[in-house]
């Protein structure tokens, strides 16, 4: 692993007290670090999911490292705020920006779907400090995040849940039930994050399956829809922080993002869904991401 | 052994359900029940009164039921979930996978009505492959019990496990089997009559048919063991080794499929440990229309017909 000397990841929360250019300045440099971490874990295993590990990777960061209230060295704490990756799939970011917040040290990165390794493929929340629900397979993070959140009310407790689904997942019709129970239920705590990057497996989501128009569909569900640029840390630390979209009802954040994000060769790509790159690919990569 | 007080009148146990969940959501409050629209079928008219906040309905739902369930264990609670057997156990069999025994999420599942229950609706709502679904997956503790005393210590005992677990709830009338010092322990068979010619191995609504089926077989000079075997997973091995040692022959019997439930745990047991000859007594596969107990009588699930099949295998052993 020696491809990860220079690219050191740093470690430690955003400070909530800067400015948010500021913040966004380093919430950038962050995104840039985990990509490039996720890249050289993704190479090292021979396996993954890189293209949507990019779409994702600055919503994931934007929620880890400024805006969820959490405590990386107390992962338990009561009233934190809840963060749920239904894309299971997109565990090499996850795992990277869980070790750059600081809920376990980077070092473990290296074990990345290595036999017995904590890091599996898909996350385990069991294993995995940071991660609140086991994920993998598609449209079962929804209905989890929901129970969560209708925790928090019995609760009277003023913590909120996030989650990030992936598009094709919504094509999975266990989360129109839990957006109907959501909605249902005016749980305002409750906010969720379409990676809406436009490419499935094998194809677009309209050639797939189509979802659009998707923002109508969640709003005739009951949700408050917003739509935002998911690669742009200013709109998404500000729309994050202006949460709920609507009082007294569930948050539906479209994050329009590109597969492969920022690297050229991947961008919008649909076979950067799990391709593994070759070496000069990865340092032409890495070279983008510098 | 237990004092066997077969009683005359019937029970369903959903009362015995109701109750319980009542009183544990008055000693505890982390106590929740999940139910998707079966308020009334699963007897919670009188909790939704008394816990209305502790009454999640998420509608005609099965996935997100049983998902809704492992986020609120997730965050403390301990759901309970209420739901038709055959719906739940099959609609929702990856999120019992995944979202409850992968990640050993508090769980406990009720499934409601199950076996044949539903009878006269047809093989859609007949639940005849749920134990046999939830017995192949790891981590999962799957419960039948065989009257009211069992069903409320078993409610009690799977909200108490640490780690999910599927409570089958009879509708169909059953007697009392147990007496009033009966204490259920997950994972114990209970002996219900002493036996050395050949065993049977029962549970839930089966069980009352097994001790009828002995004294059947008593009558005949056949002296027939019977076990109750409300724990299908994990199984009581021990008292699986003694009936095979002890009395050399075994019958298993259930209302379910003869297809991966409760005889095949014993079988596999058996072919392994302590081979001898078995009969797997349950249902053949998709069944026809009709009452519960005219389908038991139909299959020879009653206790003539084990004792019938319990003869056989006594003769093969000889």
């Known amino acids: 692993m020696t491809a990860i000397a220079g690219h050191a990841l740093p470690v430690g929360r955003v400070d909530p ?21 996720d890249l050289q874990m993704v190479k090292a295993a021979g396996l993954g999911h890189i293209g949507g590990d990019f779409s994702s990777a600055d919503i994931v960061a934007v929620l880890l490292l400024a805006v969820l209230n959490i405590d990386p060295s107390r992962p338990k704490l009561a009233d934190r705020d809840r963060f749920v990756m239904s894309k299971g799939h997109s565990s090499g970011v996850l795992y990277a920006t869980l070790a750059a917040a600081g809920f376990f040290s980077p070092a473990l990165l290296e074990q990345y779907m290595t036999p017995l390794s904590p890091l599996s493929g898909h996350p385990d929340a069991r294993k995995v400090p940071g991660v609140e629900a086991s994920t993998g397979t598609l449209g079962h993070g929804l209905p989890i995040a929901v129970g969560m959140a209708i925790a928090g009310d019995l609760d009277r407790s003023a913590r909120r849940t996030f989650c990030l689904v992936g598009d094709g997942e919504l094509q999975e019709g266990s989360n129109w039930e839990a957006l109907m129970v959501a909605a249902h ?106 | 052994m237990t004092t066997v007080t077969t009683s005359p009148v019937l029970f369903d146990c959903r009362d015995a359900f109701a109750s319980t969940v009542q009183e544990l959501a008055e000693a505890d409050d982390r106590i929740v029940v999940l139910c998707g629209d079966s308020v009334g079928s699963s007897k919670l008219v009188e909790f939704k009164r008394r816990f209305p906040d502790r009454l999640i309905n998420v509608g005609i739902a099965e996935q997100t039921l049983v998902g809704v369930a492992a986020g609120l264990a997730n965050e403390g609670k301990r759901p309970i979930v209420s739901a038709a057997s055959c719906f739940v156990t099959a609609r929702a069999l990856e999120q019992i ?38 017995r192949a997956i790891d981590n999962m503790v799957v419960l039948v019990p065989a009257d009211p005393r069992e069903t409320e210590q078993a409610v009690r005992a799977a909200v108490e496990h640490d780690g999910p677990a599927f409570v089958r709830v009879s509708r169909m009338g059953v007697p009392e089997v147990y007496a009033d010092d009966y204490e259920f322990r ?133």
Not at chain 1, 250 to 262: C, D, E, L, Q, R
Not at chain 2, 250 to 267: F, Q
């Open chain 1, 17 to 37: 007290g800067l400015p948010t250019e500021e913040r966004a300045r380093l919430l950038s440099q962050a995104a840039r670090a985990i990509r490039r971490r």
């Open chain 2, 97 to 134: 996978k995944v979202d409850l025994a992968y990640t050993n999420a508090r769980v406990t599942i009720c499934g409601m009505s199950p076996g044949v229950a539903y009878g006269e609706l047809g093989p859609t709502h007949h639940s005849i492959e749920d134990i046999a679904w939830l």
């Open chain 1, 185 to 290: 239920r005016g749980l305002e705590r409750l906010t969720v994050i379409v990676d809406r990057n436009g490419l499935q497996q094998g194809a677009t989501t309209e050639e797939t399956s189509r979802l659009e128009p998707l923002a109508d569909r969640a709003r005739a569900f009951g949700w408050a829809v917003s739509e935002v640029d998911g690669h742009d840390y200013g709109a998404l630390l500000r729309l994050f922080e202006g949460l709920p979209v609507v009082a007294g009802r569930p948050s539906f954040v479209i994050a329009h993002t590109h597969k492969g994000y920022p690297v050229s060769f991947m961008l919008d790509r649909v076979e950067w869904h799990h391709k593994i790159p070759s070496a000069a690919q990865v340092e032409a990569a890495l070279e983008e991401l510098s």
């Open chain 2, 186 to 318: 997950i994972g114990k068979a209970c002996r219900l009559g002493e036996g050395s010619d050949v065993t049977v191995v029962a549970n839930g609504t089966m069980v009352a048919r097994a001790l009828g089926a002995a004294r059947l077989l008593a009558a005949r000079g056949i002296a027939c063991r019977v076990v109750s075997m409300p724990t299908v997973t994990p199984l009581d091995i021990d008292e699986i080794r003694a009936a095979a040692e002890e009395t050399g022959a075994i019958v298993t019997v259930e209302e379910h499929s003869v297809r991966g439930g409760l005889g095949g745990a014993v079988a596999e047991t058996v072919v392994s440990r302590c081979p001898v000859p078995m009969r797997i007594m349950g249902f053949p596969g998709f069944l026809p229309t009709g009452p519960a107990t005219w389908l038991l009588e139909h299959f020879g699930l009653t206790a003539q017909g084990i004792s019938e099949a319990a003869a056989e295998l006594t003769d093969r052993k000889r």
